[in-house]
């Protein structure tokens, strides 16, 4: 019914920038909130960001300050634009939206970053 598509992950090095982003195509309702959730091997998924539908933003206290989280709903996209990365920010990070209809979860980016 909704299908979520991430791109802009990849491998960069500590203190470098990243811009994700979250098309999301199917039966899209306004109003909906949109997120981005991270899971590292052997850890739980914690939310990253989220934001509603009139952009008011949360951050996780982790990487507030480094990450701004936006969207355009005309496009139905939200992005993550991620700078000072740190090697704890290393992650597999999958978009969420959450409508009247249900949760819908995309199937993730790879972040890497090294020292």
């Known amino acids: 019914q909704v299908r979520l598509v991430e791109s802009g992950g990849g491998l960069v090095q500590a203190g470098g920038s990243l811009r994700l982003s979250c098309a999301a195509s199917?039966?899209?309702?306004?109003?909906?909130?949109m997120g981005w959730y991270r899971q590292a091997p052997g850890k739980l998924r914690e939310l990253v960001a989220s934001?509603?539908?009139?952009?008011?933003?949360d951050y996780s206290e982790t990487v507030k300050g480094r990450f701004t989280i936006s969207r355009d709903n005309t496009k139905n996209t939200v992005y993550l634009q991620m700078n000072s990365l740190e090697p704890e920010d290393t992650a597999t990070y999958h978009c969420?939206?959450?409508?009247?209809?249900?949760?819908?979860w995309g199937q993730g980016t790879q972040v890497t970053v090294s020292s």
């Open positions: 969420k939206l959450s409508q009247f209809s249900g949760i819908y």
């Open positions: 199917g039966s899209i309702f306004i109003p909906n909130d």
């Open positions: 934001i509603g539908r009139t952009g008011r933003p």
